[in-house]
C-alpha cells in the first residue's frame, strides 16, 4: 500500500505530461492541408451562436486539432468532421451553473490545463472516428454516406410515399439534410 501511492503518482504524472505534449503539439500544427480554405470555414461556422466557439484561440484549436487529425491519420479532411467535433469540446468544456449547462472557456490561455483538455478531445475524436464512422471519411468520394443517403431516400419514398414524392419534387435528396443526422446521431 504504501509502494502503491507513489507508483500511482509517478503514473498519473507521466499521464498528465503525456496530455499537455499531446495537445501542445496540436497546438503547433501548420495548418498547410491542400483544402485548408475548406477547414477555415467549417471553423467558422462552427456552433457560430455560443460565444465559447467563436473565441479565437477556441477556433485555433478546432482548425489545429481537424488539421493534426487528418495528418496522423492520411484522412483528407470533409465537411462534416468540424460537426462531430464540436459536441466532444462541449463535453470537455460543459459545467453547470445554476441548473444551467454552459459551455466554460476556461482556462482563457494556453497552458497545462488548455493543452490537456484539446489532447483529451482529441483522443475522444479519434476513438469517435475510428469506432463509430470508420468508413464514411475513408474515401475521397465519400462512398458509405452515397450509399446511406441513398438507402434513406428508398426508405423514405417506401415508408412514407408523399413525403418521398415531395422531396424528390422539390429537389432536396437525403444529400442536403442528412449527413449531419448521420454523422454526429
Not at 144 to 160: D, E, I, M, N
Request: glycine share 6%; with cysteine; hydrophobic share 40%.
Amino acid at each position: 500500500d504504501d509502494l502503491a501511492k507513489p507508483v500511482l503518482s509517478f503514473v498519473e504524472q507521466a499521464m498528465s505530461r503525456e496530455l499537455e505534449m499531446l495537445g501542445q503539439t496540436i497546438g503547433e500544427v501548420a495548418l498547410d492541408l491542400p483544402n485548408q480554405q475548406v477547414v477555415a470555414n467549417d471553423v467558422e461556422r462552427t456552433r457560430s451562436g455560443v460565444p465559447f466557439f467563436r473565441g479565437e484561440l477556441v477556433r485555433r484549436y478546432i482548425a489545429c486539432t481537424l488539421t493534426y487529425f487528418c495528418k496522423v491519420t492520411g484522412i483528407g479532411y470533409k465537411q462534416g468532421m468540424n460537426e462531430i467535433l464540436a459536441p466532444l469540446i462541449g463535453v470537455e468544456f460543459l459545467v453547470e451553473a445554476e441548473d444551467t449547462p454552459i459551455i466554460d472557456p476556461r482556462p482563457e490561455e494556453e497552458g497545462r490545463e488548455w493543452w490537456a483538455a484539446w489532447a483529451r478531445i482529441y483522443r475522444m475524436f479519434c476513438s469517435w472516428m475510428k469506432w463509430w464512422l470508420p468508413h464514411a471519411y475513408q474515401d475521397e468520394d465519400f462512398t458509405a454516406l452515397q450509399s446511406t443517403c441513398h438507402l434513406l431516400r428508398l426508405l423514405v419514398r417506401h415508408h412514407v410515399p408523399k413525403l418521398g414524392a415531395h422531396l424528390d419534387r422539390s429537389a432536396l435528396p437525403p444529400e442536403l439534410y442528412a449527413p449531419p443526422w448521420l454523422l454526429t446521431c
